[in-house]
């Protein structure tokens, strides 16, 4: 089993930074890529960004490229969403996620979950 815990979000204004960080536990995420999804009231939740076990292969979703950086510390078995020029359309809740294997966008196709931590971008 795999336990991932979210932290850092919080209120911004536009134009904005937030650093948002994704502890796991349980198990070593070896082969596993990880993953940035997130949720507005009344939306599904969609794919953000994606990292390869490695750190070397990244992917985003067309509307954060070149605002969010993804990245990990498998040594510190932690991965981070840096994100910067915030818009209040990226007001969501953002959850960490996990799965074995390769890159995929799809929710479904994650295997462990954190709880998520609210962003709020004010205009």
């Known amino acids: 089993q795999v336990q991932l815990v979210e932290s850092g979000g919080g209120l911004v204004q536009a134009g904005g930074s937030l650093r948002l960080s994704c502890a796991a536990s349980?198990?070593?995420?070896?082969?596993?890529?990880m993953g940035w999804f997130r949720q507005a009231p009344g939306t599904e939740r969609e794919f953000v960004a994606a990292?390869?076990?490695?750190?070397?292969?990244?992917y985003y979703t067309d509307s954060v490229k070149g605002r969010f950086t993804i990245s990990r510390d498998n040594a510190k078995n932690m991965m981070y969403l840096q994100m910067d020029s915030l818009k209040p359309e990226d007001t969501a809740i953002y959850y960490c996620?996990?799965?074995?294997?390769?890159?995929?966008?799809?929710?479904?196709?994650?295997?462990?979950w954190g709880q998520g931590t609210q962003v709020t971008v004010s205009s």
């Open positions: 996620a996990a799965r074995r294997g390769g890159l995929r966008v799809g929710p479904s196709e994650y295997d462990y």
């Open positions: 349980g198990r070593t995420l070896i082969s596993y890529y």
């Open positions: 990292v390869s076990w490695s750190g070397t292969s990244t």
